[in-house]
């Protein structure tokens, strides 16, 4: 464990604790984004912080309880794997939380001490990760709130604010005590908005999960009182850096309020960076990089009203030419963008819970929409955006892949139950049932571009509860399944910022080949189906 790096032994001993990142940064007090940056090798404990510390004690925590007795020998033989080589009458002398402290604090210096150049060298991060974090977030759970009791409180909060801030720590504390007083201010009636860019490549709160933890809190606060936060960002060739961003979006979602994402490519002075944050009405943060070119440094407060009001014009014209990195759809919109989508050709992607809807012969389709959607005008509105997915499909079916992931058990469902689980729309009858698995035979008998890779019970941690599709190298579409079981509402995202579709289409073709070979191979899934049908009832 000497030379190794930080990520890969928090990563080995949270994995001795049976611990999720998440449960760590419970522990420890700080938001689990930072632990699972840790565990990635992103970020290392600086050696003047106290964490090494904090996470012995948090992983040592109830090993000595007698009922713990069998979960701390399995823990020590772990350790004892883990350390290998070292001096075992050493090691015999050491508490396990001096073990802890003791393997931690190696590969936090070692980690420290990789110059840029040997970083490289060592396996890159996988996007993949960012991908499966995103998906997560879509589930309409709200992100679990860490109390702030026992954080540092910002040196201005309930403070005056200096017209001139020195340090980066103290914009941040600034910047979230800005914020605070404009909802904390019961005689406020301006547009309760907050408007903020990033620019910057290294983000504000890296070395500062403190304060992080305190910015997510005021701004879910915010949000959850009905404030608007619109955000700026320019983006990178960085993947990993867009879907971080992606996932914040999913964390300050669904509240009273709204947070919107948006980006462009040509704003500002890149290097050394500029950033604002405003509150509209209230205050702003000229924040600048004065000292380096990476990071924000101080920052000139400005709370006169009219000045306010420059700043707030400046922002509305950084508005004319940028795009929501996430868009969120109403039915309609959802409809328009499949339209839309299906006039590109390309490959089709999907990875879903529910039979995709193009699996269904044409005929059948029409049927359900007519019992569906018995007013004859909207019914031809519909069958017409239908029939173009459908003749989309059949002309990209012939040149592109047409790769699908679904679950056995839904196939095994539909068939024993006469009923699609999640797809009110469709009304089948025993007859409609059979002919939409044949016409799925016949799909896959007929085109060989068109596959399907099943997905038994025993891997289905392979998938997110969201499910989703990608059409060509331009169009995401997430359906983002509701949290209470007895919902069938599903709300939909799309996303067709060129990075991140990069990154899903890494990811889908990752899931594919973890997926077990026979359950992926062509004959093997038509003789499945096949075998399927003839336990109709």
């Not at 939409?436 to 085109?447: C, E, M, R």
Request: aromatic share 10%.
């Amino acid at each position: 464990m000497k030379h190794a790096k930080f990520g890969d032994c928090l990563n080995g001993l949270l994995q001795l604790r049976g611990w999720s990142a998440a449960r760590l940064a419970k522990a420890i007090n700080i938001d689990s984004s930072y632990v699972r940056r840790w565990v990635r090798g992103e970020r290392t404990p600086s050696l003047n912080s106290n964490y090494i510390i904090e996470i012995a004690g948090a992983l040592n925590e109830g090993l000595e309880k007698e009922y713990k007795k069998v979960t701390k020998d399995a823990f020590l033989k772990g350790l004892e794997t883990l350390t290998g080589s070292e001096d075992k009458s050493e090691v015999g002398a050491q508490t396990i939380y001096e073990r802890l402290v003791h393997i931690l604090k190696q590969s936090q210096i070692h980690s420290l001490t990789l110059d840029q150049e040997a970083r490289k060298t060592h396996k890159p991060i996988e996007r993949q990760s960012y991908v499966v974090d995103l998906l997560e977030n879509v589930q309409r759970q709200a992100p679990s709130r860490i109390s702030s009791d026992n954080l540092a409180l910002s040196a201005f909060v309930g403070g005056q604010i200096p017209q001139a801030i020195q340090g980066r720590k103290e914009v941040l504390s600034a910047a979230i005590s800005m914020i605070r007083e404009a909802m904390a201010d019961t005689e406020f009636v301006g547009n309760r908005e907050v408007f903020l860019t990033f620019q910057s490549e290294r983000e504000y709160f890296d070395d500062y999960p403190e304060i992080y933890t305190h910015w997510q809190n005021t701004i879910i606060e915010a949000l959850n009182v009905g404030w608007d936060i619109k955000q700026i960002c320019k983006l990178n060739k960085n993947v990993e850096r867009s879907l971080r961003l992606v996932n914040q979006i999913m964390d300050w979602t669904n509240y009273l309020g709204t947070y919107g994402l948006f980006y462009f490519n040509k704003y500002g002075i890149y290097n050394p960076p500029f950033e604002i944050f405003l509150v509209r009405g209230k205050g702003a943060l000229l924040c600048f990089a004065t000292e380096n070119h990476n990071e924000i440094d101080a920052a000139i407060y400005i709370n006169e009203l009219e000045s306010v009001q420059i700043i707030e014009n400046f922002a509305k014209q950084m508005f004319y030419d940028v795009e929501p990195l996430v868009r969120k759809l109403d039915l309609e919109e959802y409809f328009e963008l499949n339209a839309a989508k299906d006039r590109k050709s390309g490959n089709h992607l999907i990875c879903y819970h529910e039979l995709n809807f193009l699996t269904v012969p044409y005929e059948t389709m029409k049927k359900y929409v007519q019992i569906s959607i018995p007013d004859e005008d909207e019914n031809k509105v519909h069958m017409k955006r239908i029939d173009a997915s459908y003749e989309s499909f059949g002309r990209d079916i012939q040149k592109y892949k047409m790769c699908h992931i679904y679950p056995m058990r839904i196939f095994e469902h539909v068939v024993q139950t006469g009923k699609y689980p999640k797809n009110g729309y469709f009304r089948p009858t025993t007859e409609d049932i059979t002919h939409h698995i044949k016409h799925i035979i016949w799909l896959l008998k007929t085109h060989s571009g068109f596959e399907i890779a099943l997905v038994s019970d025993n891997q289905m941690d392979l998938l997110n509860q969201a499910e989703w599709e990608i059409k060509g190298d331009h169009t995401i579409t997430i359906g983002v399944m509701p949290k209470n079981e007895n919902d069938t509402n599903v709300e939909l995202l799309t996303i067709t910022e060129g990075t991140i579709l990069g990154a899903f289409q890494e990811y889908f073709w990752d899931i594919w080949d973890r997926i077990n070979p026979i359950h992926r191979d062509k004959y093997f899934v038509i003789s499945w189906l096949e075998r399927l049908l003839r336990t109709q009832v």
